[in-house]
């Protein structure tokens, strides 16, 4: 599997600011994903960065909020603007990998962000 | 009712007990299921892997999936204080590699 670092690992950020969450593969990777995971909540979806061509978002989620860059293949970013305290979470990002054949995914350490 | 249920826990069981954990699932179109393993402030790392109804083995832990019940489980045997993290259950479609996941279950492991 892939081996993925985030950067920052946690941050504590002032409301109405924003925070640029950095993610690094070690191998070239078509697809990269980013989640938020709540306190109490499922693993959620946000978009799916494919490089080349612009991230797609799920519902809920919308690009003014959470703009995603994919510059080349191993990296991405995700930035949280206009923080508000409900914005307070883990933020992960995963990569396309395999299983026994199957497509699976491989995540990161996360990003710990605490809105004020 | 969401798509992937999963008993939040938390469970707490002594070192060497056979642990049970279980998700449901509403959707049929899911047909690939996945288990994976988050210790605390790390990232999920994938456990099990099965796609098929039935059992699905690797060293202490064992996959089983029942389709026709919407109804997976993983169980670990004895059980370790390593073992101690959050449990996340997580299925796909067909196709593609979207994941649908539970809340995960929190586990405790005495020595």
């Known amino acids: 599997s892939a081996v993925i670092s985030q950067k920052p690992s946690r941050d504590i950020c002032q409301r109405g600011t924003s925070l640029t969450i950095q993610c690094q593969v070690d191998s070239q990777v078509t697809m990269m994903f980013w989640y938020r995971q709540q306190p109490g909540q499922s693993l959620t979806l946000i978009a799916t960065a494919n490089q080349g061509s612009e991230a797609t978002y799920e519902s809920g989620f919308v690009i003014d909020k959470f703009p995603i860059s994919r510059p080349n293949l191993t990296f991405s970013t995700l930035t949280v603007s206009n923080m508000s305290p409900e914005d307070s979470s883990i933020y992960l990002c995963?990569?396309?990998?395999?299983?026994?054949?199957?497509?699976?995914?491989?995540f990161g350490p996360g990003t710990r962000l605490l809105v004020l | 009712q969401k798509e992937v249920e999963q008993d939040p826990g938390p469970l707490s069981v002594p070192e060497g007990a056979i642990v049970s954990l279980n998700c449901t699932y509403s959707n049929s179109a899911f047909q690939y299921f996945m288990w994976y393993r988050q210790y605390s402030r790390k990232g999920p790392e994938l456990l099990m892997y099965t796609y098929s109804s039935g059992n699905k083995e690797d060293g202490r832990f064992t996959a089983q999936v029942d389709k026709s019940s919407k109804y997976i489980s993983l169980f670990i045997r004895d059980s370790q204080p390593s073992d101690s993290a959050t449990y996340l259950c997580a299925m796909r479609r067909n196709s593609g590699y979207a994941l649908n996941f539970g809340k995960g279950t929190s586990l405790l492991v005495t020595p």
């Open positions: 995963s990569v396309e990998g395999s299983a026994g054949g199957q497509e699976t995914q491989y």
